[in-house]
């Protein structure tokens, strides 16, 4: 007994600073209101300490109330580690992500430590049922005199519509065809994304001094490959937003997983301060390559299609140039 007490107390001292990591323990939501069936990321961030061997985080029972958990992903760092949940809201009101327990381990010992819960504005989806019950406002009667003016300005509405359309026709049919003043160019995306990295790697040849300009760039190359070859408005899209365009378009799993997990890294790092060692940017730029690899292979006879019709819209116009030169 003497023996384990002891052995208590001197796990306290070794322990001694985590009091002080206990109130630095966080959780934080990528949104500040919600609505039954949309998708929050909660992401608990713990500071590195020493003696701490292993971080125990909250598993999917502790989300059961009011979320469903779609998945997890952990990240180690150099400050501090962290773990993102992708959680689905199917709550009523009063929308909070719950209180969860973390674990500290150290050796056969483990200290619990509880991070808050992170409240969040509830937003309602359903349509106002009581303006099916407001009285209607009473018909305007128009009085009998004013019957023959209303008339007369509608018919003369109706000429003014007839003449506009009959003045614009002719313009148009006598008006030759607007000639392009500069042929364009073929934009190749996969290219553009090829120099979009190369130019990331050259730019920040110490990744780890930047870490939000390195990450955000890196982000940015593909988020621009997909708008312009998907027809995604990703540059103006949150995480959440394109990673459902993505799965609406069917694009391919493995560019959808690195384009992900990608843009999860930038977000920890833009949002929630999470500081990544060299290795991980090394890491992320590997991603980026690999899903520049699998964008060749997918979308390369896409992009030559793309190709052919440029060229055939090109020769036509020469035709018409030299048509109209022989003229």
Known sequence: MIYQTYGYFLFLLLLLPLPGLSQQVTG????????????VRYTVT???????EKVIYPDSSHFEQDFDMAGRNTFSGVRS????????????????VPEVPVGLVSGPDTLWITVPPTPMAFTSRIDDEAASLRPFKPLYEFSIFLLPYIIAALFLMLLGWLGWR????????????AEPDEIPEFHDPLLALERD????????????????????????????YFEELYDIPALESTTSE??????????????QSSTNLLLQQADMVKFAKF????????????????FLIEARRIDGPRVRSMKLRHDEFIRKINEQEEEMAEK
Do not use: T, W
Request: with cysteine; glycine share 8%.
């Open 197 to 224: 990295l190369g130019f990331v790697k050259s730019e920040y040849p110490h990744p780890e001094e930047d870490f939000k300009g390195y990450y955000s760039s890196l982000g940015n190359a593909l988020r621009s």
């Open 81 to 96: 580690d962290s773990a993102v949940y992708h959680l689905r809201y199917f709550g009523g009101s009063e929308a909070a």
């Open 242 to 255: 394109l990673a459902r365009e993505l799965r609406n378009k069917f694009v391919n799993d493995k560019m």
């Open 28 to 39: 934080s939501v990528d949104r500040d209101s919600v609505s039954v069936g949309d998708e």
């Open 46 to 52: 713990v500071p590195r300490a020493s003696g701490v």
């Open 275 to 290: 500081n990544p060692g060299r290795d991980e940017c090394i890491k992320a730029m590997q991603e980026a390559n690999n």
């Open 166 to 177: 009959y003045y614009n026709n002719r313009e148009v049919e006598e008006s030759p065809l």
